[in-house]
């Protein structure tokens, strides 16, 4: 029993780590890709549409039963969903052209301090004073943000960045931007699947309606060059591929 226990409580660590890790290497690759030429509009729309043809057969080799039927705000709530990552991805890719991924790492770190100010507000956590890890929260909210704020606004010493002061706080900016609509999503999130708890269909449609959003901006408006849409083998496909991890 014991053994079992302490088996629930290390892994949700280690899925945590290990999620981090993966983000780390998709902003290395993005910037990578992106100092090679690569547009992130680009990048954006071939990610949620490699990410749908990849999830297309999987509701159908692993089906859930017993599912709620389809509506039409569960539809409406996935679209916003889609919406909302679409303008997340936008702000968080932008800030890493801006920036570097060490900034996107370290601004990554609101996140969970976003979250919880987020869940209180929609009165999904409860805040006690008297409570330990209430105050233990809170703290750590207050330390992520002093945090991201000393390294938006103090760069430091120039490391491998190019980066001028101007973009660097641009880049900050846009990012604690990009993991505030983050936050935003993943509590979304946590609303529809309380609704309905099919993963594999939910994320199939999210990044359905994450490409029907992001195609027509990106390739009418945004990126309307043709020639920077084709994909060759190098850091770009890779980055690409390795982005629908996520």
């Known amino acids: 029993m014991a053994g079992r226990s302490c088996y629930r409580d290390v892994l949700p660590f280690i899925a945590m780590v290990t999620v981090e890790s993966t983000n780390v290497g998709l902003n290395i690759l993005f910037k990578s890709a992106t100092s090679r030429g690569m547009s992130n ?9 490699f990410a749908t043809v990849l999830l297309l057969p999987l509701p159908f080799v692993f089906p859930r039963t017993r599912l709620p039927p389809f509506e039409l705000s569960l539809l409406v709530k996935v ?17 890493i ?24 507000i929609f009165r999904m956590e409860m805040l006690s004073m008297r409570s330990t890890s209430t105050q233990a929260e809170v703290i750590g909210t207050l330390v992520s ?20 002061e101007k973009d660097w706080v641009k ?3 846009l990012l604690t931007v990009g993991y505030l609509l983050f936050s935003t999503w993943s509590i979304l999130q946590t609303h529809i699947m309380k609704t309905y708890p099919a993963e594999l269909v939910l994320a199939l449609l ?7 959003v992001s195609a ?31």
Do not use: H, Q
Not at 219 to 227: P, R
């Open 145 to 164: 943000i002093s945090g991201a704020l000393v390294v938006v606004l103090y760069r430091g010493p120039i490391v491998l960045s190019t980066a001028s």
């Open 79 to 95: 679209f916003i969903l889609g919406f909302i990552g679409f303008m997340a991805n936008i702000c968080a890719y932008k800030g």
């Open 41 to 49: 509009y680009v990048f954006i729309v071939y990610s949620y549409a």
């Open 97 to 120: 052209d801006y920036s570097s991924p060490t900034l996107a790492s370290a601004i990554s770190n609101l996140t969970p301090a976003f979250t919880f100010i987020l869940a209180i």
């Open 216 to 246: 027509p901006f990106c390739v009418l408006i945004a990126e309307t060059n043709l020639s920077a849409w084709r994909l060759w083998p190098g850091v770009a496909l890779a980055a690409i591929i390795y982005s629908v991890r996520s």
């Open 206 to 212: 999210y990044n359905l309606f994450g490409t029907i």
């Open 171 to 173: 880049g900050g900016l």
